[in-house]
């Protein structure tokens, strides 16, 4: 069973910066995708970023300039480095990884105060 451990949420003030990582528990093969998604108090779960197998990145617009996905292959790791944020990044973020299934980390909470 693998486990994705998440890890780098916080409370921060508006401006400041966090670098979140999400960590698979053993090797995964095959991953063709990486993402950081966010969801907020009442509103739907949305992709953030994303990494492709390639290395291609894709980015909502409300981040664009700001956050930035990375990876590390040799250890099944994601990291998500968050910039200038703002009060509305105020979420809790999930990572996914999928290869041959799909696998989701139990979130991290992020809180920017204004």
């Known amino acids: 069973q693998v486990q994705l451990v998440e890890s780098g949420g916080g409370l921060v003030q508006a401006g400041g910066s966090l670098r979140l990582s999400c960590a698979a528990s053993r090797i995964i093969f095959g991953i063709n995708f990486m993402g950081w998604y966010r969801q907020a108090p009442g509103k739907q779960r949305e992709l953030v970023a994303a990494i492709g197998g390639g290395g291609s990145t894709n980015y909502a617009d409300s981040v664009k300039g700001r956050f930035t996905i990375s990876r590390d292959n040799a250890k099944n790791t994601v990291y998500l480095q968050m910039n200038s944020l703002k009060p509305e990044d105020t979420a809790v973020y999930y990572c996914?990884?999928?290869?041959?299934?799909?696998?989701w980390g139990q979130g991290t909470r992020v809180t920017v105060s204004s």
């Open positions: 996914k990884l999928v290869g041959i299934q799909a696998y």
